[in-house]
């Protein structure tokens, strides 16, 4: 609903980090706990051309579209000012943000939140990056090494399997394991196609079983935080072209380009 500009940097510089990550991890508590462990089955076995007008995703796509804006939102608000110093300020709240959120297990959002900064856009902006304390480049690249793809995420899956509390899972991730289930395997085996394949769906119920028992674990909030909300879900961030417009490079050389996550 409206175009973001300084006043929603500032009430992000001014809203603290614990109080942020909170309303991240409620927004995407609501979206996970309305799906259905069987709408991730289906969200990989429907035809991807049906996904957008079926009503039976449309939990999994919203959740899918809100992981896509918040990352959006987190490289826009870091680039949105022009000057090195204001955009080590963002950089360091959002990188801040995203330690609390590991805290809270929600790694959903921090996956978003580190696609965002580990972005070619913000990647790139080693001025900035200079400006940032050593302490929080620390800490975040501790949450890199966890959600890093070496191994096949095992950090993160050590991670996941001991975070008994309240927790949200790295949907991508979740959903890349149900389709190497779903298409590694075939549902039908033995002379002509006789007998059902019951180890695929083993591990497909698996991996079911685990949502089911995330689920079983509620969040606790008392209430919401409405500036938070309408910070993250009315925010319209420009794409694109009109985007790269607008953005201007660290003055560390003369062939900085942008490259929009996607």
Known sequence: ????????????????????????????????CSIRPRDFVRHVSVKNTTHAHSKILEDVNRMINHFNHLSIF??????????????AKALEKFMSIAWKLRQQNNYNALASVLSAVNGTAVYRLALTKALVPEEVLKQFM?????????????????????SPAERIPYLAL????????????????????????????????????GIQKSQERPFYFPHKNEEVMKLVLETKILEGDMVSRRWKPDPIGKNNQLTLFT
Not at 8 to 31: G, S, V
Not at 74 to 87: A, F, Q, S, Y
Not at 142 to 162: F, G, K, P, V
Request: charged fraction near 30%.
């Open 1 to 32: 609903r409206f175009r973001h500009s300084k006043v929603q940097w500032n009430q992000i510089m001014d809203t603290p980090h614990d109080d942020f990550a909170k309303e991240l991890t409620r927004i995407d508590w609501a979206m996970y």
């Open 74 to 87: 987190v490289e826009g608000m870091i680039l949105l000012r022009d000057k090195p110093k204001h955009r």
């Open 142 to 162: 501790r949450l890199i090494i966890l959600m890093s793809t070496q191994r096949s995420h095992a950090a993160y899956r050590l991670a996941w399997e001991n």
């Open 174 to 209: 979740l959903r890349r394991d149900l389709i190497a289930a779903e298409d590694g395997n075939m549902t039908f085996v033995g002379p002509e196609g006789s007998l059902i394949n019951w180890k695929k769906f083993e591990i497909m119920g698996q991996i079911i079983i």
